[in-house]
């Protein structure tokens, strides 16, 4: 009998997860002797940031640029490294070729932070190979040349169509590479046929950019660039024997290698609280105050001991009807450092490997994981973890599960969030939600 009641509870909660929260637990009272309700949200959890290793950044949707210097996780570098590719193959400079300009042009995606600050782009010849079939992260560096080619001081203006010979175009920014020196335009007038009949022979010559900028003083913004499309390109102006005024182009395209490096300076003037739990280790003060931040940047970690705990304290089989995890911000310059659209959650192996959480295949709108902008928060539903949990008790090793910002290596964000007992937001701690059956013995 005892096992036929377990197995349809069991069964009933699984149903239950797919409910909307307000039916939860209304169709699973065949007899009330048996089986009775529950609602408990102080289960005791242990959270914590700490850095992430790094993230892979090869091919990216776009591009990341640009030095900030947050008020909370200080200062933060972001440069990238890239082929470029011929625009039409056997392209041929003619007899004596000699440069007017050469001339490097990137199409605005977005940013974050502050575009106000000026900033100063770097732009190197890049000295190593890189490949398209390689895996790149955020911590990967490739040697380049000494020279900038471009030393190009600007304020972000990604919100500003372009005049252009009389036209305006989509926001993107100019800066000449030939001003500082012309060593880089001579050389791409050097190739030969040979260099310049296809893409494989012309990265073999030209290896491609180091492109980053100088650390800022204060503010500052991380500028988002769309590489793969026709505004971003480099372009060489030249003349010869037989014309003056021509001009090539140098596409980047889908087809070329492409990477960010994102340099967080050790987080040497970041908050002193955020030091101190982040990069010193001192995981108790993840009660007060969480932290997550893109570009290989930080991560949180959770752990649940009170799920044991509950396990133990009941009388009967303990049934999950639903179990929700609710992480809510601090308002802290939300309009500045405006939030992530969505955060992830997943499993630690215990081994540096993760795995997929069972009630993230029930979709979305199910599973939750997107900012609440009305409450600045985000929910997610973890029953089928809590239930696994429970279920295995002391014979499951609780690894904990990973919390980060989703396309973290292709945005910007970061975001601040209340721990479990928070100092100045008590009415909002991170807490777990559970509503659960206890079926009796």
């Keep these: 009998m005892q096992a036929i009641l377990w197995f349809i509870a ?11 929260p307000e039916q939860i637990g209304s169709s699973i009272q065949p007899d009330k002797d048996l089986i009775n309700l529950f609602y408990v949200d102080t289960l005791s959890i242990v959270a914590y940031s700490f850095l992430e290793d790094s993230v892979r950044t090869d091919e990216p949707e776009r591009i990341l640029l640009g030095s900030m210097k947050d008020p909370v996780f200080g200062t933060t570098v972001a440069g ?11 392209h041929d400079f003619g007899a004596n070729p000699m440069l007017d300009s050469l001339v490097l042009q990137l199409a605005y995606a977005g940013y974050y932070g502050d ?28 040697n380049y040349s000494v020279t900038d080619f471009a030393s190009y001081t600007y304020n972000p ?20 590479l030939s001003d500082i020196s012309p060593d880089l335009g001579n050389k791409l007038l050097s190739a030969t046929t040979d260099d310049l009949s296809t893409n494989e022979k012309f990265v073999a010559f030209f290896k491609g950019l180091f492109i980053t900028v100088d650390q800022v003083n ?35 395209s889908g087809s070329e290698a492409r990477f960010n490096y994102f340099d967080h300076l050790g987080y040497q003037d970041a908050d002193p609280e955020f030091k101190s739990q982040v990069i010193d280790g001192d995981t108790t003060l993840g009660n007060n105050i969480l932290y997550l931040q893109s570009m290989g940047g930080v991560k949180s970690r959770l752990r649940f001991p009170g799920l044991v705990q509950l396990r133990d304290q009941v009388d009967g ?38 795995s997929i959480l069972s009630d993230q295949l029930e979709g979305d709108t199910y599973y939750g994981g997107t900012y609440l902008s009305s409450r600045n928060e985000y929910q997610f539903r973890l029953t089928r973890y809590v239930q696994d949990m429970i279920l295995k008790g002391e014979d499951k090793v609780d690894h904990g599960l990973f919390v980060s910002i989703i396309g973290a290596s292709a945005r910007a964000n970061r975001w601040i969030y209340n721990g479990i007992q928070p100092e100045n937001d008590t009415l909002k701690p991170l807490r777990l939600l559970i509503n659960y059956s206890v079926v009796k013995d």
């Excluded at 069991?10 to 909307?20: E, S, V």
């Excluded at 600050?117 to 398209?132: A, G, N, S, W």
């Excluded at 303990?318 to 659209?341: H, Q, R």
Aim: with cysteine.
């Design 10 to 20: 069991f069964g009933l909660m699984t149903q239950a997860c797919n409910k909307r």
């Design 317 to 354: 089989k303990l049934v999950v009807n639903e179990a929700k995890i609710i992480f809510s911000g601090l308002s802290i310059d939300t309009m500045l450092y405006f939030v992530p659209p969505q955060l992830a959650i997943v499993k630690s192996n215990g081994d540096g490997t993760y």
């Design 115 to 142: 575009t106000t600050t000026q900033q100063t782009i770097r732009v190197h010849e890049l000295q190593d190979d890189i490949f398209l079939d390689s895996a790149y992260y955020s911590t990967s560096v490739k």
């Design 218 to 252: 204060h503010g500052g913004a991380i500028v988002y660039y769309n590489l793969p499309v026709n505004l971003s390109r480099m372009t060489i102006y030249y003349n010869n024997d037989e014309q003056d005024s021509l001009r090539y182009e140098f596409f980047i």
């Design 157 to 176: 203006r990604p919100k500003t169509r372009f005049p252009w010979e009389g036209d305006t175009l989509s926001p993107l920014i100019r800066m000449r």
């Design 80 to 90: 990238f490294y890239s082929q470029v590719r011929l625009s039409t193959s056997t």
